[in-house]
């Protein structure tokens, strides 16, 4: 079994950097990914264009194991319906992974080569890194591909280069702790909190503090813990851009529940009246309205709707199939 699962989601087409001269961001990652001096990994792609990518990526040849999936099945609600699905896409790379450690990032990164060794040495110490981004906006291309060791122009507006990994936010407690986890870890916590979806919110925070309960530690190396994310336009490809009023302060209501009731687990049973007075407690504090009253029922349902499942239980049944064992 490889000692890291590193996963990335996407929504978009894999031209969708093509403005930015990277003609394939699934070929430059696995560009990068082969430059790591840290090699006992595997590589996991969430794709929402899964059916229209997925001769091509057959083809790339790489010294690791690559998993090009789509979006698990039964983590499909919230895309079925034309939102986003950022904590679907993360439990189905958490389905597949096999690593000791996961990491996760999102489409339109690149990382310096050391960066999955960062990860390695600091879970080997006892802590979760979360690394920070330096932004940029251009790459260094060359024939529509990446130029490595990565160039280009470098601005930074993390504000997790100047916190701890939990800080003080105007809305409380906020942990970013969403980009590694022992899959132990992930897997006692039942993944990324699918309530938090819907628009493109909280899930790394929900998560983080979770993590927290468990007693995890956390690190933010500010010399080399960091990864690049590349500015870019949607192209049109993406295809979890829909966002709702009703989901009520950016979901910090659905954070604010895990932390009040103590509940490590998430995905595992509705929203019920203690969950629903503390959502409508937090939206008529920042947003000034009820959530749950009669005019908002019909919107408000289909948040309500989102399925429990069991991760552990999925994982087997994965495993059992055709699929997994061709």
Not at 205 to 231: C, H, P, S, W
Not at 262 to 275: D, G, L, M, W, Y
Request: proline share 3%; charged share 30%.
């Amino acid at each position: 079994m490889p000692k890291i699962s590193f996963t990335i989601h996407t929504a978009s087409f894999d031209t969708f950097l093509k403005e930015k001269g990277v003609d394939s961001y699934f070929e430059s990652v696995v560009e990068c990914l082969k430059r790591q001096t840290f090699n006992d990994f595997e590589f996991i792609y969430i794709d929402t264009f899964y059916e229209e990518n997925k001769d091509k990526f057959s083809a790339i040849d790489a010294p690791f194991l690559i998993k090009h999936v789509p979006l698990h099945h039964r983590h499909r609600y919230w895309f079925n319906l034309g939102h986003s699905y950022i904590a679907a896409a993360k439990n189905t790379g958490i389905l597949y992974a096999n690593g000791e450690l996961v990491v996760a990032c999102d489409d339109a990164e690149f990382f310096p080569d050391n960066f999955l060794e960062k990860y390695w040495t600091h879970y080997q110490n006892g802590c979760l890194m979360h690394a920070f981004h330096k932004r940029l906006r251009n790459i260094k291309t060359e024939d529509g591909k990446v130029v490595f060791p990565i160039e280009g122009k470098v601005y930074i507006n993390d504000s997790r280069q100047r916190h701890p990994p939990v800080h003080q936010h105007s809305s409380g407690d906020w942990l970013y702790a969403g980009t590694s986890f022992d899959l132990k870890a992930g897997l006692v916590l039942n993944g990324f909190n699918e309530k938090m979806d819907g628009c493109k919110s909280l899930e790394d925070a929900e998560f983080g503090l979770r993590l927290k309960m468990l007693g995890k530690k956390f690190v933010l190396d500010q010399n080399e813990g960091f990864l690049y994310i590349l500015d870019h336009e949607n192209d049109g490809s993406e295809r979890s851009g829909k966002t709702s009023d009703l989901i009520a302060v950016e979901n910090y209501g659905v954070l604010q529940c895990s932390v009040e009731h103590k509940e490590t687990r998430a995905n595992s049973q509705r929203i019920n009246n203690f969950h629903k007075n503390i959502i409508s407690r937090e939206t008529l504090k920042y947003r000034g309205f009820d959530p749950f009253v009669d005019e908002h029922k019909l919107t408000t349902d289909i948040w309500l709707g989102v399925p429990s499942f069991d991760l552990r239980q999925e994982r087997k049944d994965l495993r059992r199939t055709l699929e997994w064992n061709r």
